[in-house]
């Protein structure tokens, strides 16, 4: 996936960004994220009740006029 060079220079760029300090900070909260993403994504379950469907708004039906106006 990423070599060491690769890994070595987006370390070294997070470090310039967010500092020495934050970045195991920010590390951590990002792991946690996501395994709560997958732990919502792996229960099917979801956490907010679904919008109920609108009912369709019914109209009276429409007289056909025809030729004769009637």
Avoid: C, N, W, Y
Avoid at 13 to 19: A, D, H, K, L, Y
Avoid at 36 to 52: Q, R
């Amino acid at each position: 996936m990423f070599g060491s060079q690769d890994l070595f220079v987006l370390l070294a760029i997070g470090v310039f960004f967010f500092g020495a300090k934050r970045l195991p900070e920010l590390s951590r909260s990002l792991g946690q994220a996501l395994s709560e993403f997958k732990k919502g994504v792996s229960s099917g379950t979801p956490d907010a009740a679904a919008p109920e469907p609108k009912p369709e708004a019914t109209q009276p039906p429409v007289k056909d006029a025809g030729r004769d106006g009637g």
